[in-house]
């Protein structure tokens, strides 16, 4: 840990100390003596941490003496906070805001005569301040006696090498890629999923057993998704256990993978009525990842409704335990075996040369084979490592990696050495950003923006003044480093989201030592007072009533500067996590010193009057909560750089005094239905960066042209109340171009009456150019002209006599409620993935999909004059189409001609979707023979509600088969042989169909893939 203390903190403390301004506020306040006395003890102590930091690893003394140090440095950062806070609150009272900040920003190198006759009486009441200076003496004396302790620990001045940065980044390999002499396993284990099968039960437990690091996950993940297993199992789910086998939760998880619904149960025996039901006489296939219960009575309970299901389904489960699986019956356990040397040389190689072994490194070889006797065949161990030395190319570094001693070290704490290695390999800033994570619970899923700030709000990401970047921007880089490095992983499925793999979180909490806390249970045993003073940064996973003992148990952690109450999944708007507000209110009085408050999802109605007290305040999050107005005191919280209303639909009002938070960089009040009025002073903001939704008013309001003046503003915006902007000379004023907008969303008003002027709205339009180089998304809603921006699409650069279209970077377009809309003047869109048109000409649709040949997803809705005919010529520029959703096209009779003719242009298409189409008859007008035998990329069909609808004909390689609300349906059709993939058919309210085949008995009930039903075309 010495190293976590290395660089950053005392490299803050160093320039607050050191700065003039500072020094001068010293010796008004009568500290300047203690002052002096740090930084020469700060001084000498920095001086011996080079050689701390080698010996810390075996010597648990000098480790206490590095804890002991790195509180105090914690205790000064806040006195030293404390009393800039309390010169900034004078200076704000005396003063007005202009002067507030035209004082901070000369650093108080001038001293206005008013400012100079208060502070002999701030220094004066700072002086009979005895318990304060009380303090400061007892800081002093802790210095000087840490630095005495050198000779004692035999601590001496060395110069330490200094770690090198990674060069370039390197993104993790995929799954598949990452499985090296996993084969044998792989076959034995599809034998028992896909051909073993027990006599006397439905269920198999097939187990994958073996120690962490091994991959077991991995190769769960790589049978769940083979071929095979698909086409084998009606049913499937995954869930991942960890530590607490929560019955309730574990249940929910699978109806809500087997069903794809979120549907809401009151208790245990409600959820597994339901799954039985779900599961009864299908073959079906269930992963358990990471199981630690041995507890025989809670297995018992959990899998009653699974014995309902077909013979041969079976349940994997992966696991470190044995237990729990003998006394199932699983008696010849086959353990996951490390891997052979040759395999595993061939893995650290993938990672460490991009090759499978050293013919082209001879001069490494001697060292990476070493490396790869001493990981022992354990997976992770050789891709953390190999990911390390990626960035390394002197076989000098390769040689130290190889004879480091942390190899040779016996812990105790069943962290594996190739972890430590590569951790201790890491930066001294890298290393503290990452002992952070320690207070996420294992299989937490985090978004890298939102660990960003996090870190900010700490003071963790500290730059040079003299540096062009922004904070935020090194976050990213240091972010992308520890990714690249496998101490972060993407999350499978979830494109923008992260996790750490359970051994890396083990490895977070052994280095993040006594700072921190991660609270998963009731108060846990031994914990008292002067360990509760210890810790700074807590966080506890909620649950849904979250308990006042819970709560009360955090009394005594005085010196907190992070709180927070994470949660594993987000929650409808219905539900939440109930705690008593009172004692949250009081909870938050015993932590004056936060710097991070998470209170997201909680079930929380009015803020606690205890937020406006925190003055160290620099990261709130009240997002997805009940609160409907913000306090005025909030705004008395200066040092407050990220605010997160996101997703308060209750939220009707913001504070006055919005100008006072002049520290605010981040303000996300997305998905806020209810605000539609900007505070006074939100453009006085010049820090604020992201300003995600801004609704221009009237005189009195927010006024459009306020946006020049937030210079900062980057990333994304959405620019509410167009409507208003009487002259187009407003909204040039803007100046979108500034800002290298990432995403932008324009809306005007909904309603078209005789007020509206078009050339006003296109002129407006025109002139809110955000620029091509960044722009990846843009959403134009209720634009009442006739012509798309004049953006310079149709403009070309040259780049070196390359040829380049103009807004490259543009994925997302979304283009609704513009009916006037007709003339589209653009020439090539490349990189357009998703399109969405939604009440808009057909004119829109037919010149957008010309221009955007790389199209994945096109929603269309309420496209006015889109005939059978026009939507084929539509279909003719959807060769790369994964996914169609057509909704409220009345005028669509058939989806395609025929399939014949729709297999040569949809080759893609994964997922159609209708809804409300009243008038579609069938999805092809004409029915050949071997009709659904030809699209075979379509594997989900959804119809909603198509009221005309009469017959179905599906694909045989349709996988899930949805239909709701289709009155005059009668049947549904696969051609011969077809519904083997079928894996789910659920069929809701198709009255004549129901009739046809139950005699209305069953007309309100789902058929859920009862395929007796379905007529098989001959």
Same mark, same amino acid.
């Given at each position: ?580 507000? &009172? @004692? ?5 009085? *015993? +932590? %004056? /010193?936060?710097?991070?408050?998470? #209170?997201?999802? $909680? =079930? ?88 995600? &939704? @801004? ?5 009195? *309001? +927010? %006024? /459009?042209?306020?946006?020049?003046? #937030?210079?900062? $503003? =980057? ?105 006037? #809309? ?197």
């Amino acid at each position: 840990m010495a190293e976590i203390l290395l660089s950053p903190i005392l490299q803050v403390l160093a320039e607050k100390l050191g700065s003039a301004a500072f020094k001068k506020l010293a010796r008004y306040s009568q500290i300047h003596i203690e002052v002096n006395k740090w930084e020469t003890s700060l001084t000498d102590i920095q001086a011996l941490l080079n050689d701390a930091s080698q010996k810390e690893i075996r010597d648990e003394y000098i480790k206490g003496w590095l804890n002991r140090f790195q509180h105090l440095t914690y205790d000064i950062d806040d006195i030293l906070e404390h009393l800039t806070y309390d010169i900034d609150d004078i200076l704000d009272n005396l003063a007005t805001d202009a002067m507030h900040r035209k004082l901070i920003a000369e650093e108080l190198g001038a001293i206005s005569s008013k400012v100079r006759m208060l502070i002999p009486t701030c220094s004066t009441s700072f002086s009979a301040n005895i318990r304060m200076h009380d303090k400061l003496k007892d800081i002093t004396t802790k210095l000087q006696d840490l630095e005495k302790e050198k000779v004692t620990l035999g601590l001496s001045v060395i110069n330490g090498r200094p770690i090198t940065m990674s060069r370039n980044y390197e993104t993790s390999l995929p799954d598949a890629s990452d499985i090296v002499g996993r084969q044998g396993e792989k076959e034995a284990l599809l034998h028992k999923l896909l051909w073993e099968e027990s006599i006397n039960k439905n269920i198999n437990i097939v187990p994958i057993v073996g120690k962490g690091g091994l991959g077991k996950t991995t190769l769960a993940r790589l049978l769940y998704n083979e071929t095979q297993v698909q086409n084998h199992f009606k049913l499937k789910a995954w869930v991942c256990v960890s530590d607490e086998f929560d019955i309730f939760t574990i249940s929910k998880s699978i109806f809500a993978s087997v069903t794809g619904e979120n549907k809401e149960f009151q208790n245990v025996n409600q959820v597994q009525e339901d799954l039985r039901k779900q599961v009864t006489d299908k073959r079906f296939l269930l992963v358990l990842d990471d199981v630690w219960s041995e507890s025989y009575e809670d297995w018992n309970t959990f899998v009653r409704p699974f014995h309902a299901g077909a013979l041969g389904s079976k349940i994997v489960i992966t696991t470190r335990k044995e237990q729990l699986l003998r006394e199932l019956g699983c008696d010849n356990l086959e353990h996951l075996q490390s891997l052979s040397y040759d395999d595993a040389l061939s893995l650290f190689c993938q990672h460490a040369l991009g090759v499978s072994n050293f013919d082209s490194h001879p001069n490494l070889r001697p060292y990476g084979e070493g490396i790869v006797k001493k990981c022992d065949g354990l997976p992770l161990g050789l891709r953390v490592l190999g990911r390390l030395l990626r960035t390394k190319a002197d076989e000098v570094e390769w040689k130290e990696l190889l004879s480091d001693e942390i190899w040779s070290l016996q812990t105790g704490d069943g962290i594996i050495p190739a972890l430590r290695l590569s951790y201790h390999d890491l930066s001294a800033c890298l290393k503290r950003l990452f002992a952070y994570c320690s207070l996420f619970p294992k299989h937490y899923l985090f978004e890298k923006e939102e660990l960003i700030l996090l870190w900010m709000a700490e003071g963790f990401l500290h730059h040079s003044r003299e540096s062009m970047s922004t904070v935020e921007r090194l976050g990213h880089n240091y972010f992308k480093q520890l990714l690249s490095r496998s101490f972060f992983q993407k999350a499978p499925n979830e494109d923008s989201l992260f996790l750490m793999h359970d051994l890396m979180n083990d490895l977070a909490t052994s280095v993040a030592g006594e700072f921190f806390w991660r609270s998963e249970d009731e108060m846990e045993k031994g914990v008292g007072m002067d360990t509760l003073e210890k810790y700074r940064h807590l966080s506890f996973v909620c649950e849904r009533f979250i308990s006042d003992k819970k709560l009360k148990a955090f009394i005594g952690a005085k010196n907190l500067r992070t709180f927070l109450a994470v949660s594993f999944k987000p929650y409808e708007e219905w539900d939440g996590f109930f705690l008593s507000n &009172k @004692i949250l209110d009081d909870l938050l009085h *015993e +932590f %004056p /010193l936060l710097r991070v408050l998470y #209170l997201a999802c $909680l =079930h929380i109605i009015t803020v606690p009057k205890s937020i406006g007290s925190l003055k160290h305040l620099r990261y709130l999050n009240l997002g997805q909560t009940k609160i409907r107005y913000l306090p005025e005191n909030v705004c008395n919280l200066y040092n407050l750089q990220t605010l997160i209303v996101f997703g308060c639909h209750e939220l009707t009002k913001l504070p006055n005094s919005f100008s006072k938070l002049t520290s605010l960089r981040h303000f996300d009040i997305r998905d806020t239905p209810l605000l539609n009025k900007m505070p006074s002073g939100i453009g006085e903001l010049k820090n604020l960066q992201t300003l995600s &939704k @801004i609704t221009i008013g009237g005189a009195d *309001e +927010f %006024p /459009l042209t306020k946006l020049k003046d #937030l210079k900062n $503003l =980057h990333e994304m915006i959405c620019i509410k109340g167009l409507d208003k902007v009487q002259n187009a000379m407003h909204a040039r004023e803007a100046n979108l171009l500034q800002m290298r907008l990432r995403e932008l969303e324009v809306e005007w008003s909904d309603v078209f009456d005789g007020s509206r002027d078009e050339t006003l709205e296109n002129m407006v339009l025109d002139v809110l150019n955000p620029g091509n180089e960044n722009l990846e998304k843009l959403n134009i809603v209720s634009y009442g002209g006739i012509k798309f921006p004049n953006w310079g699409w149709e403009v070309w650069s040259y780049n070196g006599g390359v040829v380049d279209p103009v807004y490259p970077c543009l994925g997302t377009l979304r283009i609704k409620g513009c009916p006037k #809309l007709v003339e589209i003047s653009v020439e090539e869109l490349p990189s357009l993935r998703d399109l969405e048109i939604d009440e808009c000409s057909d004119g829109v649709l037919r010149r957008l999909v010309q221009v955007a040949s790389s199209i994945t997803k096109l929603k269309i809705v309420s496209i006015l004059g889109l005939t059978d005919q026009l939507w084929g010529g539509v279909m003719k520029h959807l060769g790369v189409v994964e996914e169609v959703i057509i909704e409220r096209c009345d005028e669509i009779r058939y989806v395609w001609e025929s399939e014949t003719e729709a297999c040569k242009v949809l080759v893609n298409l994964r997922k159609l979707e209708m809804r409300r189409c009243n008038n579609l008859v069938r999805l092809g007008e004409k029915e050949e023979d071997h009709c659904g035998s030809k699209l075979t990329s379509l594997t989900m069909l959804d119809i909603w509600f198509c009221g005309r609808m009469e017959h179905c004909s599906c694909s045989n390689s349709i996988k899930s088969l949805f239909i709701f609300g289709c009155d005059s349906i009668t049947s549904i059709s696969f051609p011969t042989g077809g519904k083997k993939q079928l894996k789910s058919c659920s069929i809701y309210e198709c009255k004549k169909l129901l009739e046809k085949e139950f005699g209305g008995g069953r007309s309100e009930e789902t058929i859920n893939a009862s395929m007796w039903m379905l007529d098989t075309r001959k």
